[in-house]
């Protein structure tokens, strides 16, 4: 594979890894820049001040979530748990993402906050534990800064850009958002026989079974 010409080679699991990021936060991407006009526009009674309460609830929720998750992953032994609460994640953002289609009050927006929020704790915890474990050796600062580049800036650039041609068709967006976040969960799939293949003494730790 080569990458801005030059010669690279990730493990499979990174690969996918990368690619799922990168297809999430294309969604996310897609309506995170007028998400506040959205909220004001079609929430019943809703101000700016709900659009900040809604982002602050997602924000603390996550928080509180995803620190003491996190940890409790780390005493595990090997990544069948960590496999199991990402899974869990992306489909709580799938749900995030759908859920903004059919809400009407604020307190259905609140709850929804609470939802994505949680849902990226869980989605998080677990992905960056096991893409820690699987980053080459040799390679953990290009393939991290793949991670940074790709998964959380390019990806976000490239929706934003997309969500601000269709911004007059908000409830398509989120349609589109969810659908990329199905698209992203279903490559967790190849995952699977990533983390639990057979290992031998060269193979990366997370991938023994429990």
Same mark, same amino acid.
């Given at each position: 594979?080569?990458?801005?010409?030059?010669?690279?080679?990730?493990?499979?699991?990174? !690969?996918?890894?990368?690619?799922?990021?990168?297809?999430?936060?294309?969604? =996310?991407?897609?309506?995170?820049?007028?998400?506040?006009?959205?909220?004001?526009?079609?929430?019943?009674?809703?101000?700016?001040?709900?659009?900040?309460? /809604?982002?602050?609830?997602?924000?603390?929720?996550?928080?509180?979530? !995803?620190?003491?998750?996190?940890?409790?992953?780390?005493?595990?032994?090997?990544?069948?748990?960590?496999?199991?609460?990402?899974?869990?994640?992306?489909?709580?953002?799938?749900?995030?993402?759908?859920?903004?289609?059919?809400?009407?009050? !604020?307190?259905?927006?609140?709850?929804?906050?609470?939802?994505?929020?949680?849902?990226? /704790?869980?989605?998080? /915890?677990?992905?960056?534990?096991?893409?820690?474990?699987?980053?080459?050796?040799?390679? =953990?600062?290009? =393939?991290?800064?793949?991670?940074?580049?790709?998964?959380?800036?390019?990806?976000?650039?490239?929706?934003?850009?997309?969500?601000?041609?269709? /911004?007059?068709?908000?409830?398509?967006?989120?349609?589109?958002?969810?659908?990329?976040?199905?698209?992203?969960?279903?490559?967790?799939?190849?995952?699977?026989? !990533?983390?639990?293949?057979?290992?031998?003494? =060269?193979?990366?730790?997370?991938?023994?079974?429990?």
């Amino acid at each position: 594979m080569k990458i801005f010409n030059i010669q690279v080679t990730l493990n499979r699991a990174i !690969q996918i890894l990368l690619a799922f990021l990168f297809i999430v936060n294309v969604g =996310e991407g897609l309506f995170s820049p007028f998400l506040a006009v959205f909220i004001v526009g079609f929430i019943s009674g809703a101000t700016l001040k709900t659009a900040g309460f /809604a982002v602050a609830i997602y924000a603390i929720a996550k928080s509180v979530v !995803q620190i003491p998750l996190a940890r409790r992953l780390d005493k595990q032994v090997g990544e069948r748990d960590d496999f199991y609460v990402m899974i869990t994640g992306a489909m709580l953002s799938i749900l995030y993402a759908f859920g903004f289609i059919f809400i009407k009050l !604020q307190w259905h927006l609140y709850l929804l906050s609470i939802i994505g929020g949680i849902g990226g /704790a869980f989605l998080m /915890a677990a992905y960056y534990g096991i893409f820690a474990r699987h980053v080459d050796k040799g390679a =953990e600062g290009f =393939e991290w800064s793949l991670f940074s580049v790709g998964g959380l800036t390019l990806s976000v650039a490239i929706g934003g850009a997309i969500g601000g041609i269709l /911004a007059d068709i908000f409830r398509f967006i989120f349609l589109m958002a969810g659908i990329l976040n199905i698209i992203a969960t279903a490559l967790l799939l190849f995952l699977y026989s !990533q983390l639990f293949k057979p290992t031998t003494p =060269e193979t990366h730790r997370g991938g023994s079974e429990k």
